[in-house]
């Protein structure tokens, strides 16, 4: 009887730490996944800024940081806590903005800059209809008004335990979003996991390449 509850006790004392950390891992991979939801909400209202706003680096941004506030957590909705409320969803907002100019990146996959110097330096969509019609290539102009973005977005990791085994595996993944968060490190108390998602989307406004 000893002996089978001395065996007992080793075996609860090898599994537990790993149920622990199971239970735990699994909690912050939920935590991830709403954030890449977020993430892929906030990055289709930014390509439609983008589209019609000649691509405009900052109102993308902007756009993207306002989305991205909804990972913070919900208010009341109690009348007596408006105020309050209010508040605290312009610091979440300011923060988020702060943020999106450190721990997030936009990048412009297409048009690329080789295919801005095929058009001359500008891609326009002023008279598409009548410049599509009398395109000598019509699929190559469709794809020339194509807006292609990668979005990045460096998000805490908080779950005790999770967190520090999660970043323990940002080296081995070695993807760029990766290493662009690990080197943010510096400002965030808490480790850092890269989001990424691409998304396509016609151009609505001339695009020069410039901000």
Avoid at 82 to 96: D, H, I, K, P, V
Avoid at 99 to 109: D, M, N, P, T, Y
Avoid at 144 to 165: F, G, K, Q, S, Y
Wanted: net charge positive; hydrophobic share 45%.
């Amino acid at each position: 009887m000893k002996r089978q509850h001395g065996q007992a006790v080793i075996e609860t004392t090898i599994i537990l730490p790993l149920v622990v950390l199971a239970s735990l891992l699994m909690v912050q991979l939920i935590w991830i996944a709403w954030w890449q939801h977020n993430l892929v909400l906030a990055s289709n209202y930014a390509l439609r800024t983008g589209t019609i706003n000649s691509l405009h680096s900052g109102a993308m941004r902007t756009t993207l940081a306002a989305g991205m506030t909804a990972v913070q957590p919900q208010l009341s909705a109690t009348g007596d806590q408006q105020e309050g409320n209010y508040r605290r969803l312009l610091s979440a907002l300011l923060r988020s903005q702060l943020w999106s100019q450190w721990g997030a990146r936009i990048e412009v996959i297409q048009p690329s800059r080789k295919l801005l110097n095929v058009h001359d330096g500008a891609i326009v969509v002023d008279h598409n209809g009548l410049r599509y019609q009398t395109s000598n290539d019509q699929p190559a102009y469709v794809a020339a008004r194509t807006v292609e973005l990668e979005i990045w977005w460096c998000m805490p990791l908080h779950v005790p335990l999770a967190a520090d085994a999660l970043a323990a595996l940002r080296t081995p993944v070695g993807h760029a979003v990766q290493r662009f968060c690990q080197q943010r490190q510096s400002l965030s108390e808490a480790p850092l996991w890269g989001l990424r998602y691409r998304l396509k989307g016609p151009l609505l406004s001339r695009y020069d390449g410039a901000d």
